[in-house]
T-cell receptor, first 115, second 113 residues
């Protein structure tokens, strides 16, 4: 099946710094990528939808200036958490879908801990 | 906002037993999907059932869909310890191609040997 690579798997950073998370589709072209956030023992909350070459569409309540999403190619999307604070600590998961596809292929997630 | 609600929230069974998880959703759908998540990992697609289907099988998995009740169930037969994971249903609003999947709250399944 299709493979989505996400890294880093975990990152610890100081408050006020920025962290970039990469999501790559390894063997297919991901016309659309999605970023989710998950708190312990909870479901996935959609943060934003990103289409290659265009601006991301953010869900209500998600700060676009804080969570910068770039989808510069059909195989790469990045999420940058800017000026991270402890409340941004969470598990971030990216997913990708091929053009016309119904299934989502997920990265393995990134555990962000902000001290 | 959450589209689906699973129940139970947690389920503990012995190996060999069957596990049934239910999902309810709110809006019209084109299809409903079930995913599995091992602790601290990404999700893996298990099965997709379309709105014009009532039942679908894949190996030890059996999924049903009742669009009149806006509900679905996932049955895992002859469970194994390796089935221990969280299971989520997910839907996309009908006629909105390209939109993201919205996930339910999930059922955490523990299978003990």
């Amino acid at each position: 099946g299709a493979v989505v690579s996400q890294h880093p798997s975990w990152v610890i950073c100081k408050s006020g710094t920025s962290v970039k998370i990469e999501c790559r589709s390894l063997d297919f072209q991901a016309t659309t990528m999605f970023w989710y956030r998950q708190f312990p023992k909870q479901s996935l909350m959609l943060m934003a939808t990103s289409n290659e070459g265009s601006k991301a569409t953010y869900e209500q309540g998600v700060e676009k200036d804080k969570f910068l999403i770039n989808h510069a190619s059909l195989t790469l999307s990045t999420l940058t958490v800017t000026s991270a604070h402890p409340e941004d600590s969470s598990f971030y998961i990216c997913s990708a879908r091929e053009r016309g596809g119904e299934k989502l292929f997920f990265g393995s997630g990134t555990q962000l801990s902000v001290l | 906002s959450q589209q689906g609600e699973e129940d139970p929230q947690a389920l503990s069974i012995q190996e060999g037993e069957n596990a049934t998880m239910n999902c309810s959703y709110k809006t019209s759908i084109n299809n409903l999907q079930w995913y599995r998540q091992n602790s601290g990992r990404g999700l893996v697609h298990l099965i997709l059932i379309r709105s014009n289907e009532r039942e679908k099988h894949s190996g030890r998995l059996r999924v049903t869909l009742d669009t009149s009740k806006k509900s679905s169930s996932l049955l895992i037969t002859a469970s194994r310890a390796a089935d221990t994971a969280s299971y989520f249903c997910a839907t996309r609003r009908a006629n909105q191609a390209g939109t993201a999947l919205i996930f339910g709250k999930g059922t955490t399944l523990s299978v003990s040997s």
